[in-house]
């Protein structure tokens, strides 16, 4: 069974970078044909995507935030990890990675893990 | 970018009873890459239809999704205690690019 972990800084002052990692296990992330997503849900509100990367190190980035973040592998230890600079309260949410199956949903999630923008 | 509409935001419906959600796109979806999500508090979002009207793994078969094009519905036959939660529309469209709809929280009457 394929699980997800997200881990990194739960606080964040404005103007400084998120990072956040997401740990996969039971399954390898160099499986071709998915993408690693990450996905973002601010307090009380709806689903934010924010951007994918394959295996091959190729990613994509929801246009609304391509400017501020930047997704990585790490095949070695077999998990991603997002940034995103230049955060203000807006970017406050739970962030959750997730693995798209390759048609065009997301199946396996991680529990999510909350990040708050503040000084 | 398509905008997914749901409708309605709040449904207040009792235990047996019928649910009938309904996602609009702002242009056709390609390819029924519509997906059906159940979220609940503090958890993360669970999948529950893809490809518009396939069932994923280990979903009650109360659950299912119709449409195509913009028009897209997720129903669940009869209402168990356990299904009341929000329910978000997902679509994949080109650019590449994902997007949800704002949800339909159904709650209990």
């Known amino acids: 069974q394929l699980q997800l972990q997200e881990s990194g800084s739960g606080l964040v002052k404005p103007s400084q970078t998120l990072s956040l990692s997401c740990a996969v296990s039971g399954g390898s992330i160099s499986s071709a044909g998915r993408s690693w997503n990450w996905i973002r849900q601010p307090p009380g509100k709806g689903l934010e995507w924010i951007g994918y990367?394959?295996?091959?190190?190729?990613?994509y980035y929801n246009p609304s935030l391509k400017s501020r973040v930047t997704i990585s592998i790490d095949r070695s230890k077999n998990q991603f990890s997002l940034k995103v600079n230049s955060v203000t309260a807006a970017d406050t949410a739970v962030y959750y990675c997730a693995r798209e199956e390759g048609r065009g949903f997301f199946d396996y999630w991680g529990q999510g893990t909350l990040v708050a923008v503040s000084s | 970018e398509i905008v997914l509409t749901q409708s309605p935001g709040t449904l207040s419906l009792s235990p047996g009873e019928r649910a009938t959600l309904s996602c609009r796109a702002s242009q056709s979806v390609r390819t029924n890459f519509l997906a059906w999500y159940q979220q609940k508090p503090g958890q993360a979002p669970r999948l529950l239809i893809y490809g518009a009207s396939t069932r994923a793994t280990g979903i009650p078969d109360r659950f299912s999704g119709s449409g195509s094009g913009t028009d897209f519905t997720l129903t669940i036959s009869r209402l168990e205690p356990e299904d009341f939660a929000v329910y978000y529309c997902?679509?994949?469209?080109?650019?590449?690019?994902?997007?949800f709809g704002q949800g339909t929280k159904l709650e209990i009457k």
């Open positions: 997902q679509q994949y469209g080109s650019s590449p690019m994902y997007t």
């Open positions: 990367i394959y295996h091959s190190g190729s990613a």
